[in-house]
């Protein structure tokens, strides 16, 4: 991936031939570097970590989490509280693990298949039933040695042991390579176990060794565009993060092609969401130096609630007061101000918020310049508040949309914003039950995927073929026609417009 600065924190080999390996089991390698050896300590920091860590209230299905695999001083309070999202009762029948190789380069994957993993706690029986089928695919073909000096999975394995007390059986794999298209392929030869009696644990750090102030922005800015669920999204993210000259910044987050592959076996559907547990970084320990940090992240990938996704209108569900417009407007105005002309994002103090808009919706910023489209970018749903999600989209919208140059300082004051707050998605069965002005659509196949908002149609007279061919061809790939064969949603809006004086 050479169009990215980042930097894989390790010594690459690249890997020319191997032998054939022994059928043995992976003995323990981080032990007594990076947590305890001996089962009686390791079992009582566990203990300590899980006891003390943050922890959700939620009761949810967890699908996948991210989790820290540095020094257990530094980053365990983060790994327990990943874990600790997932319900004591759930049952999984497998675990798979999935790490950045640290130690070799190559272009594709390592499954485990040789025997299993063992750590002071015990042997975790690795499913060779599963691994054998991945070798079966070229990509996974490579060596199983990739595995021996490998931290980021092994530092996994006693949180699962000790959490799960009949631990599922595990899939450990490495990925060695940053080439998309291999990792697109690889999220593909592993889609048909990502289901809900599987469980994915993404192990990886975040930022590397920026200063302490810096690297809470960095990390802030990663999560986020994991939390939005879009894989485009996430990468021009660690490009933007890459070209800021952050002092000592060698990577946004190490187990980048992981977190990836997540993304990609997420695929933004509708009916997942990635939320937020905790965060820290090394500076937060007694030990650690905050002149150069490496930050940590428990992030979680759930299942909706039906509850809470039913379909219902949005003029039962939300309407807004002409202060709190204004208030929209003057964050997304102010916002877009505060980049343009002082290349620093806004900060905005909670404490003076409506707490309507404090509520975790939606919302799409567009920008128009006497009456031409200058920028739309948006998210379906958010763990954030809807005043940050206009903050983060007014931005994105005005420098981020790829269609786009960037805002200019001199377009500054003919901006024309327009902000589109969104209902809840709903998975349809017929296109009659499209209504033209109420609702917008979402299509999705495969990898793409496209939206248009409700008041496109009308706005150019379509007619509901139109709305569909043009969302279809221009906003998901798919071709005029691509829809026909597509899951097809809809959302209604409540659409804000600027008055300006």
């Known amino acids: 991936m050479s169009r990215f600065v980042f930097i894989a924190i390790a010594i690459l080999v690249t890997i020319q031939a191997f032998p054939q390996a022994r059928s043995i089991d992976r003995e323990p390698y981080a032990a007594g570097r990076f947590y305890p050896a001996d089962k009686e300590t390791l079992t009582k920091d566990l203990s300590q970590l899980f006891s003390s860590c943050v922890k959700t209230t939620e009761d949810?299905?967890?699908?996948a989490i991210i989790s820290p695999h540095a020094g257990y001083e530094f980053s365990g309070r983060i790994s327990a509280s990943a874990f600790s999202c997932i319900p004591k009762n759930a049952i999984y029948k497998n675990i798979f693990i999935i790490g950045s190789s640290h130690t070799m380069a190559f272009d594709g994957a390592s499954v485990y298949h040789t025997g299993d993993?063992?750590?002071?706690?015990?042997?975790?029986?690795?499913?060779k039933e599963i691994a054998d089928k991945l070798r079966s695919n070229t990509i996974f073909m490579f060596p199983e040695t990739a595995h021996?000096?490998?931290h980021s999975l092994e530092n996994q394995m006693p949180f699962i042991q000790y959490y799960f007390p009949n631990s599922p059986q595990i899939v450990p794999i490495i990925i060695a390579t940053d080439n998309l298209r291999t990792i697109k392929a690889i999220a593909e030869a592993i889609r048909p176990w990502f289901t809900d009696d599987n469980l994915f644990v993404i192990s990886s750090d975040f930022s590397h060794y920026p200063p302490y102030k810096d690297a809470q922005g960095v990390d802030k800015s990663t999560t986020d565009a994991i939390i939005s669920g879009d894989s485009e999204t996430f990468l021009k993210t660690l490009q933007s993060n890459a070209e800021k000259s952050i002092p000592n910044l060698a990577t946004s987050m190490c187990a980048w092609t992981s977190g990836l592959t997540l993304l990609y076996l997420a695929n933004k559907d509708p009916k997942l969401e990635f939320k937020r547990i905790s965060y820290c970084n090394s500076g937060d320990s007694p030990s650690g130096d905050k002149n150069q940090v490496v930050g940590y992240n428990a992030i979680a990938l759930i299942e909706k609630d039906p509850k809470n996704t039913s379909n219902h209108g949005m003029d039962s569900q939300v309407s807004f007061t002409k202060d709190e417009i204004n208030q929209l407007f003057s964050i997304a105005r102010n916002s877009i101000h505060k980049m343009l002309f002082e290349n620093k994002r806004l900060t905005i103090e909670s404490s003076?918020?409506?707490p309507n808009l404090k509520k975790n919706m939606g919302a799409f910023v567009t920008l128009n310049i006497d009456g031409k489209l200058r920028g739309c970018i948006g998210q379906f749903t958010s763990i954030d508040p809807l005043y940050d999600v206009v903050n983060q989209m007014a931005i994105a919208s005005a420098f981020e949309d790829t269609r786009f140059s960037p805002i200019s300082k001199d377009e500054f004051n003919k901006l024309k914003i327009e902000i589109s707050v969104l209902g809840p998605l709903k998975k349809i069965k017929n296109i009659s039950e499209i209504v033209l002005g109420?609702?917008?659509i979402y299509i999705k196949k495969d990898f793409r995927s496209g939206t248009m908002l409700p008041q496109v149609a009308t706005g150019n007279h379509w007619t509901l073929e139109q709305f569909l061919g043009y969302t279809s061809r221009d906003k998901a790939g798919l071709g005029w026609e691509g829809w026909k064969d597509a899951d097809i949603y809809i959302y209604e809006a409540v659409v804000l417009e600027e008055n300006k004086k």
């Open 117 to 127: 993993y063992v750590t002071p706690l015990g042997k975790m029986k690795v499913n």
């Open 352 to 354: 003076n918020i409506s």
């Open 438 to 440: 109420k609702h917008g």
């Open 148 to 150: 021996i000096r490998e």
């Open 60 to 63: 949810w299905k967890v699908r």
